[in-house]
């Protein structure tokens, strides 16, 4: 029975990672809309649970299921799924800014739609499966059980990414445990073999990184297309021998200062900006790539080899830990070309290379800018001169100083130069290029509100749209099988599913933060996942031998939430690096206990612990809507937001323990 509880859960964590990570690389849509995916895996679960009676036949059709979608999947571009537009113009999506010829926005919208009730369906199956195994058992030692399951998954599926494999194992790890001990049979066995064959097909020639689905392409000459995700991320090019616009534009951020002594590149790729400081004389150059298979790929293909000369240090790292952490200065700090459109975090709406250009994160390079030195920014544009204006703002708002903006003859690369002294000569060293000027009134992106890709002035009503219809959705599929327990409170538990949705904004806020001071990489992403699961472990196992009521660990929990919003990483850091790491682990673990206490203490007392975790999903759900609210009134915010719910949760259950 353990075993087949934990191979469950076990299931659900790596399936929904993995199609998280999987239908963002074969439906580009899903990488902007990311936790989409994860309200639906939350729905489908916690729908399951309250259809536990039907389990056997739901288990069944998972496999064939998830099938469908790898055919669908593999299939995504000749069905015109790949590239779907988005047409919200309140955010601007790499390629999915505007309709196709032969699109519709009520069209996009319900394909969109169908999609998410597919990954909600398969959830579904698994829930009613979780669902039926819960409830054989005392709750509490279940919910272990759940989370042991669950943490596994976690470390399964960061661990594949971690070791460079494809989308087949990643779909055989989520799905062997049900083939093996919940669904046997050959039309099962053979459903299995399908997904992974068509996972397979669906790999091609691409390379994966534990962030990236990654394609080569070579073209004519000597050149090199590199796709990020299947979006265009950059060229490999030689400009030895070159004197066009584009060596000039890479040349300029090490041309303008005063020495070529000592350089910075942040998001260094596969090596167009590192060979251009070693072209213009640089002494040393610190070079800085969050992924190591582009690293890799430049090392083995760019014709310059940048990174075989021995002026060149490479460190894979996130760009803005290695900013916070240094105590290096520099004649030259160049962020590249490293936006890929496609960094995400599967556990937020938020694009994880936001935070490179943030305010705060561009104070905090300036202050690695050498007297004499110029910071610089290389950013294609393309069609968003909103982003210009934006990068313009953030850069005046965190150096201080007017940043001076050009950019190439097709309008699309932009370069930002700061300099730091009054005889940078910036104007005579861009004088070839098109000087920019731009209307910066414009909201300038900060750690509390990240949103470089935000257009100003513009309702985001694709987003309201899409979010109406998964609020639509989720209702008729929960008073479907809730009945009519879910208005009368006699199957759906109110407290649970409020304590679902405050949660999810906390665990949101603790990914962030500790992002923010440990860096975007994969192995910190993995640790924070994991370390939830840990800690809720805890606080179950503390309530499993020893019940201390609901009162105290309210207040401790409000406390807490108040102490994580007067206390921003950036306060932190100003009493060090390793302070900040120590009191940021505090400030996030502290609330995800105390709300894992309330959690199982109310589990524990519930006549329908099933029920109560069902709706505790379901609320997940509602709390992953909510989010999408932090676009507007930034991320601290939701702090508030979560305390609120979680007062109303505790009130509904003090008042359901009292009855």
């Not at 054989?136 to 070791?163: E, F, K, M, T």
């Not at 936001?354 to 104070?363: D, M, Q, S």
């Not at 009945?483 to 904004?505: E, I, M, T």
């Amino acid at each position: 029975m353990r075993l087949r509880l934990g191979s469950i859960t076990f299931s659900i964590l790596a399936l929904e990672l993995t199609l998280i990570r999987w239908m963002s690389q074969q439906i580009r849509v899903f990488a902007y809309f990311n936790n989409l995916l994860l309200i639906a895996a939350f729905l489908g679960i916690g729908v399951g649970a309250a259809l536990s009676r039907y389990s056997k036949p739901l288990i069944r059709l998972f496999l064939p299921s998830l099938f469908l979608l790898a055919i669908v999947l593999r299939f995504a571009q000749p069905l015109g799924l790949m590239f779907l537009s988005f047409p919200d113009r309140a955010i601007s999506m790499w390629g999915a800014e505007g309709l196709k010829a032969d699109e519709t926005f009520a069209e996009n919208t319900v394909l969109i739609a169908l999609l998410f009730c597919w990954v909600a369906w398969l959830f579904v199956c698994l829930g009613a499966r979780l669902a039926e195994l819960f409830e054989q058992l005392p709750p509490l030692r279940a919910y272990s059980i759940d989370l042991a399951g669950s943490l596994l998954g976690v470390i399964a599926a960061v661990s594949l990414a971690a070791v460079g494999t494809s989308p087949p194992w990643w779909i055989a790890a989520a799905a062997l445990p049900v083939l093996l001990w919940h669904s046997r049979g050959w039309p099962s066995a053979v459903a299995f073999a399908g997904a992974v064959v068509f996972a397979a097909l669906s790999i091609e020639s691409a390379q994966f990184s534990p962030y990236n689905r990654i394609d080569v392409q070579h073209t004519a000459g000597r050149e090199y297309v590199l796709s990020a995700n299947r979006d265009q991320h950059q060229y490999i090019r030689d400009f030895t021998a070159s004197h066009s616009e584009d060596a000039a534009l890479y040349e300029l951020p090490f041309q303008a200062p005063k020495r070529h002594e000592t350089a910075l590149v942040v998001g260094a790729g596969t090596g167009n900006d590192v060979a251009a400081a070693l072209r213009s004389g640089y002494q040393h150059v610190d070079a800085v790539e969050i992924d190591p298979v582009i690293h890799a790929i430049g090392e083995r293909l760019h014709p310059e080899r940048p990174y075989s000369d021995p002026r060149v240090r490479s460190v894979i790292t996130d760009a803005r830990i290695f900013v916070d952490s240094t105590h290096a200065t520099y004649d030259a700090v160049c962020f590249g070309l490293l936006d890929s459109h496609s960094m995400f975090s599967s556990m937020s709406t938020l694009r994880l290379d936001n935070y490179v250009y943030t305010t705060e994160a561009l104070r905090n390079a300036w202050k690695h800018v050498r007297e004499g030195g110029v910071m610089s920014i290389s950013f294609l544009v393309f069609k968003q001169p909103f982003v210009a204006a934006r990068m313009t703002r953030n850069l005046r708002e965190a150096t201080g100083t007017e940043p001076l903006v050009v950019r190439n003859r097709s309008g699309q690369t932009y370069v930002f130069l700061c300099g730091k002294g009054k005889d940078v000569p910036l104007v005579m060293r861009a004088a070839a290029f098109t000087p920019v000027a731009l209307d910066t009134n414009i909201r300038p992106s900060t750690d509390d509100w990240p949103f470089l890709y935000i257009r100003p002035d513009t309702f985001p009503k694709g987003y309201v749209v899409v979010l109406a219809i998964v609020l639509t959705i989720a209702l008729i599929a929960v008073r479907a099988a809730y009945g009519a327990g879910f208005y009368s409170r006699r199957r759906f538990d109110v407290a649970l599913f409020l304590f679902g949705a405050a949660f999810l904004l906390i665990e949101t806020r603790s990914v962030t933060n500790l992002s923010l001071l440990f860096g975007s990489t994969w192995i910190v992403n993995a640790a924070v996942f994991a370390g939830v699961l840990i800690v809720a472990f805890a606080a179950n196992a503390a309530v499993q031998r020893r019940e201390v009521g609901l009162v105290a660990p309210m207040v401790l929990l409000l406390l807490a939430l108040a102490a994580d919003y007067a206390l921003t990483p950036s306060d932190l850091a100003a009493w060090g690096l390793a302070f900040a790491r120590t009191a940021g682990v505090i400030l996030n673990v502290l609330p995800i206990g105390f709300a894992g206490i309330l959690f199982s203490t109310l589990l524990r007392r519930s006549p329908d612990p099933v029920a109560s975790l069902g709706s505790n999903l379901i609320g997940a759900v509602a709390g992953g809507v909510a989010e999408y609210a932090s676009m507007i009134f930034g991320l601290r915010v939701m702090v508030i937001v979560a305390a609120v719910i979680y007062i109303a949760g505790f009130a509904v259950g003090r008042r359901q323990s009292l009855v």
